[in-house]
Each structure stands twice: as structure tokens, then as C-alpha cells.
């Protein structure tokens, strides 16, 4: 099989991100093209994807260490205040012998942002190396990405929930701590930066030369 | 019926590989031949079993605000929450950002992502379009990756455990609704071909 293939990009044809519909490229200098069957705008590949995926890797990198210092939630009970930081909470509950929830929280919270944010950091640093190893098993890789990022969210539902519940005063009220704020920024940015990547960079750099 | 006007060439969505559609039959798939990524879907009566799902999701959806949705027992004390509790208590503690957040990917996407899917196939079901039809099933596709509700209903199985040996926990109506409303959206997403609705949208009166 050859061994360059004929992309829509090659074929002067860019494919609406919105609806999927191939649209032949217009070369009209200054003009903003259309899609002609759903009117998003028309990109070929995704704007400035490198820098913005980066921009938002590195800041979800930055705002990680605060979210994994600062306690999370806070559980005052009787006149003692208990807080958690997202690591402690999942120690506690394998202390607490919940061992399917702490699988869980332990996933989602610690395993599931550091796989997103190796693989980001990865995808962009191949891309830009112009690596030809394995590009379909990348592409697979941003896929899944992009895919396990939502389920990060998990703790901070859990911090609302329980904000909202538990609040009987001395008996036991709970407060949800600074720690949180930071998490659900790396969360966001993530996502964020998973959809800025733009997967059919790895394939651009396969028809340049090595 | 109208048959749709099917282009026969398409590009990858994440790799740019042109290849011809060939003809598919109900529920097969073509994909990419070079990065395998699903091009095409094809589904038997995708609009009305689409429809039709999301219609049951929004009742259930109505249902979810009006009844309480957990009550925490301990010591003869009650408290009772409603969906939105979470984000009013967040709010009344200073964390306005989390609050919005959780609003947002909680509550306020998965609402617009079910009226805006109903706003668009309930009229494409007999041909026509209303005001604003493409931008609004745009919004609605954008919206998609933010509307957590499933993660939202892992986090309250979270909390319920965590709060087992605590206190009594009773689950209330609103529960039930909003597990309801995650399974039928699940179900829309499952028979809804967004390719197809855009060759419908574009062909509608």
C-alpha cells in the first residue's frame, strides 16, 4: 500500500468539526469560510491546537500540587475538625474497609488525572518531535483521553453532596475546603486540553519526511 | 419519507483519512481504515426512537426537582436535600465557583442538552425546523462532553457509603428520577445519528 494516503487536507477539502461535512477549501484571502450545511466556522485542523493544549497542560500541571496539599473537605464533629486531602480521604476509606469505593475514589481522584496528564504532555511531545512510532495506538491514546477525563469530577460531587447534607451543626457539619477549588481546576483543564489537541496532528507529521 | 442526500466521500474526524462511505444496512458501522475511528453509524429509526427517549427523560428530569432527593438522619435530627441543594450550600459557603460548576455539569447542560435535542427532533420528525434549529443542535453538541450527569450519580453512591455508618440515609423520589433520566439520555445518545440529523436539518422546510 502506498505509503502516503490521501487526506481531506491534501485533497484541498476540510471537514466540518461541527456536522462532518466535507467542504471544498476556498482559498478567498481575509474571508472566515463557512461550513455550507451547518455554518460553523471552517478549520482545517484545530486552531492554534499546540499552544493552547499546552498552555492548558501546564496549568492543570500547576494547579495539581496545591490540590493534592490542601485539605479537600473538612468533617467537624463534636468540636473536632477532621480535614482530608484527596489522598487521605481514599486511606481512610480503605481504613474504613470500603475497599469497592475506595477502588473507585482512587481511580477517578489520583490514577485517572495523572494518566491525562502524562498522555497529554506525551501526544504533544511526539507530535512536535514529528515521531512516526505507532500512530494509530496514539490516536487510540488521545481517545481514551479524552474519554476518562469527565469521571474526574467524581470527588467534587462528592464534596457538594456531602455539603449539602451534612450540616447538623456541632453534631456534624461538613465543610468543603480550598483544596477542592484547585481540583476542579486541573479537571476543567484537562478536559480542555484534550479537546484542543488535535489528533490529526500526529498524522500530519507521518507524510513529512523523517 | 425523505431519503436523506448521502455524501459518498468523507474525511476522519481524527486522523483527515478521504474514504468513500460505502452502503450500509441498520446498525452496521464503517470505519476508518487507518486509525479505526467509527465514521458512521447507522441506525434504524434513529429520530423517533431519539425522540422518544428524550421525551421520557425530561418528565423523569421534571420529576428529579420536585421531590426531595436524600434525607440525612442522625440523633432524631433531620435533614432533608433537594437536587440542588448541593450548589446552594456550596454557595452559601463562599465556594461560588464550585457551585457554578456543579450547576453547570450537573443540572443546567444535561436540561438544555434534553430541550435542545426535543427543539430540534420534534419538528425534523415532521420535516420542518424551528427558528434557530442548526445553532441550537451546534449548542447542544458542543454542550455534550459537559453534561455529567452519570458522574454526578457515581459521586451520590460516593457519598451514600461514605455516610452509611454515620448516620441513616433515605433516598428519596428525586433519586429514583434522576437515575431515570441518566439511563433514558444514555438511550437517546444511543439511537440518535447526529450525521444523519444534519443531512435532515439541511434538506427540512
Known amino acids: 500500500m502506498n505509503e502516503s494516503h490521501l487526506t481531506a487536507a491534501k485533497a484541498s477539502m476540510i471537514n466540518c468539526h461541527t456536522c462532518h461535512k466535507l467542504n471544498q477549501s476556498q482559498v478567498s484571502a481575509g474571508r472566515q469560510q463557512v461550513c455550507s450545511r451547518c455554518g460553523t466556522k471552517l478549520h482545517s485542523r484545530k486552531t492554534n491546537s499546540l499552544a493552547r493544549a499546552w498552555a492548558l497542560t501546564l496549568t492543570a500541571i500547576i494547579l495539581y500540587i496545591p490540590a493534592n496539599i490542601l485539605p479537600v473537605m473538612t468533617l467537624v464533629s463534636y468540636g473536632k475538625s477532621e480535614p482530608n486531602t484527596i489522598l487521605s480521604g481514599v486511606t481512610h476509606l480503605i481504613a474504613a474497609r470500603m475497599y469497592p469505593i475506595a477502588i473507585l475514589v482512587f481511580f477517578a481522584s489520583i490514577v485517572v488525572p495523572i494518566i491525562k496528564l502524562i498522555s497529554i504532555t506525551y501526544l504533544l511531545v511526539s507530535v512536535q518531535k514529528k515521531s512516526h512510532w505507532h500512530p494509530k495506538e496514539r490516536t487510540i491514546m488521545y481517545r481514551v483521553t479524552e474519554g476518562i477525563g469527565r469521571w474526574s469530577m467524581l470527588d467534587i460531587f462528592v464534596i457538594a453532596i456531602l455539603a449539602a447534607l451534612v450540616k447538623l451543626g456541632a453534631i456534624a457539619t461538613f465543610e468543603p475546603g480550598p483544596g477542592a477549588i484547585f481540583f476542579a481546576g486541573v479537571v476543567v483543564s484537562t478536559i480542555l486540553a484534550a479537546m484542543s489537541f488535535d489528533p490529526r496532528l500526529i498524522w500530519d507529521a507521518m507524510e513529512e519526511k523523517r | ?205
Not at chain 2, 179 to 205: C, D, G, H, Q, Y
Open chain 2, 1 to 205: 419519507m425523505p431519503k436523506a442526500a448521502r455524501p459518498i466521500l468523507i474525511a476522519c474526524h481524527d486522523c483527515d483519512f478521504l474514504c468513500r462511505l460505502p452502503p450500509l444496512r441498520d446498525g452496521e458501522r464503517a470505519v476508518c481504515p487507518r486509525c479505526k475511528a467509527v465514521l458512521y453509524h447507522k441506525k434504524a429509526n434513529t429520530l423517533s426512537r431519539a425522540l422518544i427517549h428524550s421525551i421520557t427523560a425530561l418528565i423523569f428530569f421534571g420529576l428529579a426537582n420536585v421531590f426531595p432527593f436524600m434525607t440525612f438522619k442522625l440523633q432524631g435530627r433531620e435533614q432533608v436535600t433537594f437536587l440542588t441543594s448541593g450548589v446552594i450550600e456550596l454557595c452559601r459557603q463562599g465556594f461560588g465557583e464550585l457551585s457554578f460548576l456543579i450547576l453547570i455539569v450537573g443540572v443546567l447542560f444535561p436540561f438544555l442538552k434534553i430541550t435542545g435535542t426535543l427543539y430540534v427532533l420534534l419538528p425534523l420528525n415532521f420535516n420542518r425546523k424551528l427558528w434557530k434549529a442548526r445553532e441550537t443542535f451546534k449548542f447542544v453538541e458542543a454542550i455534550a462532553p459537559w453534561a455529567m450527569m452519570e458522574v454526578f450519580m457515581l459521586g451520590v453512591i460516593v457519598a451514600y457509603v461514605k455516610l452509611t455508618d454515620l448516620a441513616t440515609i433515605v433516598l428519596g423520589a428525586s433519586m429514583y428520577s434522576f437515575a431515570a433520566v441518566i439511563v433514558f439520555m444514555t438511550l437517546t445518545s444511543a439511537a440518535l445519528n447526529p450525521t444523519e440529523i444534519w443531512e435532515r436539518l439541511e434538506i427540512a422546510k
